[in-house]
């Protein structure tokens, strides 16, 4: 088996020289953006107000749930005058495209959006020739017909949350004149079938009469007139519009010989937007000097972007390569194992530590490495207070670790206070400089010190909640601190408070939508709030050092406002909580007394609610969806009319007896699925293709282990008195699909190790310089020196195994991009027409076939030891 995987894409950066809107007096604009992919939104940023370049600096990660043709970047002004959102322009970066702009920043000029812009989806069609000859014997008319036939297509744009297409089949000639048919409307549809068919026939022209048999040549038939262009655009039937609006096209070319000897082709095709020389002229449209010049004049977007796509093998593929990494956690020395040596092989320690986290985590080997690495690490140190303070290995370890594993402890802590910041929005702003008000100062002053409180208490309130596997870590961090300074009575806190304070607490109050804290829009006021919060509870952090320390970090402060905020919270009282705290965290791997019945919150609907209906209606329609708010904990998903009222329903999770996806015939709708309880279904609508894939991932993982789960289930919904998808008129008949392969029932294990393997055999490969450097340096004196090895000969030998590794498996990987080379067909659904990643991959196989691999590679001779 093959699993094809798109790895986070991690948009961020800032806009220049945007136009200004030209109405009134205000000629500067409030700005946002909006991600895609290809029309559908995924994120949005927040709005920065009064500038005409704004600068964002906001991450958005995610995985890549289906296939896509652009990654598109709006950006929209939104004008409170108007009282409307105006997007301003759009940059679209195609997908095979992305790897060339991959972890660079790039500008990117902003381009205008019309209907032509646009386009996205795909036509099946067929075409064919035939021969038509009328007359007697001596006096022969020959005519060619044109058969053609539109079969379905699929993924269409739609256009205010809607889609009505047709389509219209133009056949043009070679004396200019052209001929169209019109398709009917099919409503309510993206993927609409269609399955007409179309005939076209040349003007006659008179033929001689011939002994011989008659064969068919176009060029013979109708030496006048011949056939020119096939083009077939589709529309989407805009009901109160005077326009159609136009959704795409596919040009097909007809003239000549060679295209006509083919008897007939059958295929699929990606839509093209129009060209600008076949665009209607209208007062919006523009000739291509003018739209040169207005694309310039929309400035710039500068965009970092972070794109990978994977190649999943099955799991026996990685056998080797599994092995080899888990054999680090029994590696002496440390610095011979292959995750040491991966750290020295890739650049980015995070690039190294995300994969590597979670195949150990997986393998339940996670507390080992890292206490073998921080042992490593921490035996080298002078200072006790540099510890950590680096971006080594162990510390991205360190921050993946937490991230995983104590994602949703770190939401059950901040989330109630965060929530309150958002909803009273008071002023909490003490920089002289940055406040009209001196005399405003004070109040604010208040209201930060009682934000800090509420902050604070709850964390050094949830000691007795911190994750197991974080207070093992803690323990073994602490232990291995005290074990190298035995002298020094703060390291035992320091180390920890490092983490848990500066890496983990403070980043997520600052930027709290990075780590699911909130899906809202946060303004400028609010974010400056955030900022002085995080600083804070930084300081706290920071109370658990030595009081000469504590003294010189007041001293070197930067702002001097911030001076009077560390004099307010540098208490005994505080300085006993925050050390308390951390004893609490790291004493045991097993804290005791844990209140398991207090249900954690996994998940809520972001920014809009999300849309339900309930099987058991007597009639399906519109009336039977509702807006509602959803919230998932451990132990129930509930539903309200509003976020923070009570629930209108209640759904126990060991109910929930399967989470599949809803086809799209069953109400025209995208981005359903469905919750099947014993007695009914609920049908759930999401926001988009990412949002869907989140809420079936996270229900799926945690029901899978109920004892009455279901092995088959209905794709399709019970309408009309039987089931759209097998049939079945039976409302409790036995499903007909497999339901779809279950993930780890452990919530902070829901890890696919496979492709962390071919992540870090991706890395690999993408560094060979510098691995086959570390191979060149083996026996030499330079190894010691440069990459701290203690041991040559060990190293040397893990370095070689690993390298045979990567080989073998880069291997594996050549022989299946020949493979799906040799069985794609141009012109499939997976590889229509017009689809530059087909033609990549041909030209990647070419390469690779006069590029021969590497298979074999000799280590130099290096001293016994």
């Not at 208490?457 to 007795?464: D, G, Q």
Request: charged residues 25%.
């Amino acid at each position: 088996m093959f699993g094809c995987c798109g790895r986070p894409l991690e948009p961020k950066g800032e806009a220049k020289n945007l136009p200004g809107r030209n109405h009134g007096s205000v000629n500067q604009r409030d700005v946002y953006c909006a991600l895609s992919l290809d029309q559908e939104e995924i994120f949005r940023t927040e709005t920065i107000e009064k500038t005409l370049s704004p600068f964002f600096s906001e991450d958005f990660q995610f995985e890549v749930p289906r296939r896509f043709r652009y990654l598109s970047v709006y950006i929209y002004d939104r004008d409170r005058h108007l009282k409307q959102d105006k997007v301003i322009g759009k940059v679209a970066v195609k997908r095979e495209e992305l790897h060339s702009y991959h972890s660079k920043d790039n500008w990117f000029p902003i381009l205008p959006v019309d209907a032509d812009s646009e386009v996205q989806g795909k036509a099946h069609i067929d075409v064919k020739f035939e021969a038509v000859i009328k007359g007697n014997s001596n006096l022969e008319h020959h005519n060619s017909r044109l058969i053609v036939r539109l079969i379905e297509c699929n993924e269409l744009t739609l256009k205010n949350g809607a889609c009505d297409p047709f389509a219209t089949v133009t056949v043009k000639y070679s004396n200019g004149k052209q001929e169209s048919k019109k398709a009917k409307v099919k409503k309510k549809t993206s993927s609409p079938h269609f399955d007409e068919t179309f005939t076209f026939e040349l003007p006659s022209v008179r033929g001689q009469n011939h002994d011989r048999e008659w064969q068919y040549r176009v060029s013979d038939a109708c030496a006048d007139v011949d056939w020119s262009e096939l083009i077939i655009s589709l529309w989407h039937d805009s009901a109160g519009m005077s326009d159609k609006i136009f959704l795409g096209e596919v040009r097909i070319p007809l003239g000549g010989v060679q295209q006509q000897n083919h008897a007939a082709t059958n295929a699929w095709y990606f839509l093209q937007p129009r060209s600008l020389l076949h665009r209607p002229t209208s007062k919006q449209t523009q000739s291509p000097a003018s739209a040169r010049s207005h694309s310039n004049s929309l400035g710039s977007l500068r965009l970092n972007i972070q794109y990978t796509a994977d190649h999943v093998f099955s799991s026996h593929v990685y056998n080797s390569l599994r092995e080899l990494l888990l054999q680090s956690v029994n590696a002496e020395p440390v610095t011979s194992s292959a995750a040491y040596i991966l750290g020295a092989i890739i650049p980015s320690k995070e690039d190294t530590a995300q994969p590597l986290v979670k195949l150990f985590l997986h393998h339940a080997q996670l507390a080992p490495i890292i206490n073998n690495l921080a042992r490593w690490e921490i035996s080298k140190v002078t200072d006790p207070n540099t510890i950590f303070r680096g971006n080594t290995l162990v510390s991205k370890m360190m921050d993946e670790a937490m991230k995983l594993v104590g994602l949703h402890y770190l939401h059950n802590t901040l989330r109630p206070t965060l929530d309150l910041v958002f909803q009273e929005h008071k002023p909490c702003e003490i920089d002289p400089s940055r406040v009209e008000d001196p005399s405003q100062i004070q109040s604010n002053l208040l209201n930060l010190k009682d934000y800090v409180e509420k902050i604070f208490t709850a964390i050094t309130n949830s000691a007795i909640r911190c994750p197991t596997l974080m207070c093992q870590l803690f323990h073994n961090l602490k232990e291995v601190a005290t074990t190298y300074f035995p002298e020094n009575k703060e390291v035992r806190y320091s180390v920890i408070s490092g983490f848990i304070f500066l890496r983990f607490f403070a980043p997520a109050i600052l930027g709290p939508k990075l780590f699911d804290l909130t899906s809202e829009q946060i303004d400028s006021q609010t974010k400056r709030t955030l900022t002085l919060i995080s600083k804070t509870i930084q300081s706290l952090g920071n109370l658990v050092s030595s009081p000469s320390l504590q003294k010189e970090y007041k001293k070197d402060y930067k702002e001097e406002y911030m001076a009077c905020v560390f004099d307010s919270v540098y208490t005994e009282s505080r300085v006993l909580a925050v050390r308390q705290f951390l004893e609490i965290i790291s004493a045991t791997s097993n804290p005791t007394q844990r209140n398991l019945d207090t249900p954690v919150v996994l998940k809520e609907g972001q920014r809009r609610v999300m849309i339900k209906r309930a099987q058991g209606r007597k009639r399906f329609g519109r009336k039977n969806f509702k807006q509602r708010y959803f919230r998932l904990t451990t132990q129930d998903l509930t539903y309200s009319k509003n976020k923070g009222k009570e629930p209108l329903c209640c759904i126990p999770l060991d109910q929930i007896l399967a989470v599949e996806k809803l086809q799209e015939d069953s109400f025209k709708k995208n981005y359903m699925f469905q919750i099947v309880q014993p007695e009914r279904a609920l049908y759930i609508q999401a926001n988009n293709c990412v949002e869907e894939k989140e809420w079936i991932d996270i229900l799926t993982k945690i029901c899978q282990t109920n004892a009455n789960r279901l092995s088959s289930y209905h794709p399709s919904a019970y309408i009309n008195g039987h089931w759209l998808c097998c049939r079945a008129q039976i409302e409790c008949a036995p499903g007909c699909s497999e339901v779809s392969t279950s993930v780890d029932a452990t919530l902070q294990m829901n890890l696919d190790p496979d492709r962390e393997l071919q992540r870090i055999h991706s890395l690999v490969i993408s560094n060979l310089d510098r691995l086959e450097g570390l191979v060149a340096a083996c026996g030499g004196t330079n190894l010691i020196s440069n990459f701290m090895v203690e041991d040559v000969h060990s190293f040397c030998t893990t370095l070689k195994q690993l390298q045979d590794t990567i080989f073998n498996l880069e291997q594996e990987h050549r022989t299946y991009l020949r493979s799906v080379a040799r069985e794609t067909k141009y012109g499939s659904k997976q590889a229509p027409i017009g689809d530059d990643n087909y033609l990549l991959l041909a030209a990647r196989v070419g390469r690779l076939d006069n590029n021969h691999f590497r298979q074999t590679h000799t280590l130099p001779m290096w001293p016994v030891q």
